[in-house]
């Protein structure tokens, strides 16, 4: 499948990127500048090795060409990067991974914003009318997605309105050595766990790690 990481220079997208290289899936990573996607991906071959399947883009062509994309942007910059993929984005799977973190208006990482429009992934289905948003990678860390040698210890809790796109990003996912997909029912759900990241930094910071992560336990999937 071709995944399309929209912002994918910062930690969480080339975390992401480079578990779904790994998984053979065939990757594009979107900058505002090709430069930048480039460097990106550079880095990520330099770390796995020179991969066949990983390519540089900006954000618009990279949305264009691929069937699954992956928000990993910050929250100042959700809106204007949506709208500048909106076309390109009609009718695919959209994982956002932004998170409504206090420290997008100068507070602190650890605290939750509460935006006007819900979770931040409601905010982006308000923006992409005909896209399925699905929430997704808010509780895992980019240390833990860019430490590519080790699975990862954490569940990734998704929600998200339409059952197929949420079936298509459980098998994607999964691929990911470790990390088990929880679906918590509709996007209306992200409220609730776009608020684990706020907390989850917050024990890292704690704890000084930056591995921390959920399990979910108790459910026969
Ligand atoms: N880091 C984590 O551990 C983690 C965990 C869970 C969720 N998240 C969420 O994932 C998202 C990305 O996190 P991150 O740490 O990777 O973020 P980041 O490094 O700050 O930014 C990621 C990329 O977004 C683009 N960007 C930055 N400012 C922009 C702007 N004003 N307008 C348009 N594009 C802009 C940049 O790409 P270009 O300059 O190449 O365009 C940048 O490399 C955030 O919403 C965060 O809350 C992160």
Redo the contacts with the bound molecule.
């Keep these: 499948m071709k995944i399309a990481i929209?912002?994918?220079?910062?930690?969480?997208?080339?975390?992401i990127a480079i578990r779904f290289v790994q998984a053979g899936e065939n990757v594009v990573i979107?900058?505002?500048?090709i430069e930048?996607?480039q460097t990106?991906v550079e880095k990520v071959k330099d770390m796995l090795g020179n991969e066949r399947n990983l390519k540089a883009a900006e954000?618009v062509d990279a949305a264009a060409e691929a069937e699954v994309l992956v928000?990993?942007?910050?929250?100042?910059?959700?809106k204007?990067?949506l709208l500048?993929i909106k076309e390109e984005a009609k009718n695919k799977i959209l994982l956002d991974?932004?998170?409504?973190?206090e420290?997008?208006i100068g507070g602190s990482?650890m605290n939750y914003l509460d935006l006007w429009d819900g979770a931040?992934a409601e905010r982006s289905a308000k923006i992409l009318k005909d896209t399925n948003v699905i929430c997704a990678?808010?509780?895992?860390?980019?240390?833990?997605?860019m430490n590519f040698n080790e699975p990862i210890d954490c569940d990734c809790l998704i929600s998200g309105d339409d059952v197929d796109s949420k079936l298509v990003a459980t098998s994607l996912i999964e691929k990911i050595p470790g990390v088990n997909v929880i679906d918590c029912g509709p996007l209306s759900r992200a409220k609730i766990i776009e608020k684990i990241?706020p907390l989850?930094?917050g024990l890292n910071i704690r704890n000084k790690t930056?591995f921390g992560g959920i399990r979910i336990t108790g459910l026969d999937k």
Excluded at 71 to 78: G, H, R
Excluded at 97 to 101: D, I, Y
């Design positions: 929209i912002g994918g220079t910062g930690g969480q997208g080339l975390g979107g900058s505002r500048t930048k996607a990106a954000n928000l990993t942007v910050p929250l100042a910059a959700q204007s990067t500048s991974a932004t998170g409504p973190l420290s997008a990482p931040a990678f808010n509780n895992i860390s980019s240390a833990a997605l990241t989850l930094i930056q």
